[in-house]
C-alpha cells in the first residue's frame, strides 16, 4: 500500500512558477513509478509528467515540456513537480500517483497507476 498527500498548490500570476510535491509513505515508495496529472472543470484528467523509479528515466506531456520539471527524492520518499512559465491553462487539481510499472505508453495512461492523492489545486491568473 502506498499513499499519497501533495501539496504546494495555490494561486499565482501567469509566468509564475510553483512547486509542488507528493508524499509517499510505505516502504516501498522506491520501487514505483510516479506520475503527475491534472484535471481542469469539465475536462478529463490529463498526464503531466512521470518519472521511473530510479529517478533517470523522466517523460512529459508535450504541453508542459520545457516548463516543468519532474523529479524525486527516495530516501524522502517525496516526488516533485516545479512549474514554470504557468500558464492560464494550467490551471487543474494536480494529482500524483504511483504505478509499479514503466514505459512511455503506460507513464501516460492513468490506468496504469494503483495508487492516487487527494489533489492540490493550482489556479494561475492572467
Known amino acids: 500500500q502506498v499513499q499519497l498527500v501533495e501539496s504546494g498548490g495555490g494561486l499565482v500570476q501567469a509566468g509564475g512558477s510553483l512547486r509542488l510535491s507528493c508524499a509517499a509513505s510505505g516502504r516501498t515508495f522506491s520501487s514505483y513509478a510516479m506520475g503527475w496529472f491534472r484535471q481542469a472543470p469539465g475536462k478529463e484528467r490529463e498526464f503531466v509528467a512521470a518519472?521511473?523509479?530510479?529517478?533517470?528515466?523522466?517523460f512529459y506531456a508535450d504541453s508542459v515540456k520545457g516548463r516543468f520539471t519532474i523529479s524525486r527524492h527516495n530516501p524522502k520518499n517525496t516526488v516533485y513537480l516545479q512549474m514554470s512559465s504557468l500558464k492560464p491553462e494550467d490551471t487543474a487539481v494536480y494529482y500524483c500517483?504511483?504505478?509499479?510499472?514503466?514505459?512511455?505508453?503506460?507513464?501516460?495512461?492513468?490506468?496504469?497507476?494503483?495508487?492516487w492523492g487527494q489533489g492540490t489545486q493550482v489556479t494561475v491568473s492572467s
Open positions: 518519472i521511473r523509479w530510479s529517478g533517470e528515466r523522466t
Open positions: 500517483a504511483a504505478s509499479p510499472s514503466w514505459s512511455p505508453a503506460q507513464a501516460m495512461s492513468a490506468a496504469s497507476y494503483d495508487y
